[in-house]
Nanobody
């Protein structure tokens, strides 16, 4: 059974930092492109960041570029998202996901497995 479990969310003041983790099991994730998406209340799910299987290519949305860093540890089957200089508009539920079919990494279409999400709230 494939499982993705996010952790590390919470409440932080604007300008603060959080590090999200996503523990993966049930699949050889070391061969997958993996990504982070988020969904704010009343909004559609949006792409945040993605990383190819060996970390050779990184993708970021314009809204987080320069503030967030995606990384992975294939030996630990874990995906990370370091979030710095957080803003109130970063408030959302953050989901990790793994690609199961070929598609551009910024599109949610190719991601077949998703975690349950972790809440990030940034106060002003």
């Amino acid at each position: 059974q494939v499982q993705l479990v996010e952790s590390g969310g919470g409440l932080v003041q604007a300008g603060g930092s959080l590090r999200l983790s996503c523990a993966a099991s049930g699949r050889t994730f070391s061969r997958d492109t993996m990504g982070w998406f988020r969904q704010a209340p009343g909004k559609e799910r949006e792409f945040v960041a993605a990383i190819t299987w060996n970390g050779g290519r990184l993708y970021y949305s314009d809204s987080v570029k320069g503030r967030f860093t995606i990384s992975r540890d294939n030996a630990k089957n874990t995906l990370y998202l370091q979030m710095n200089s957080l803003k109130p508009e970063d408030t959302a539920v953050y989901y990790c996901a793994t690609q199961t079919v070929g598609s551009f990494p910024t599109s949610s279409r190719g991601y077949g497995y998703w975690g349950q999400g972790t809440q990030v709230t940034v106060s002003s």
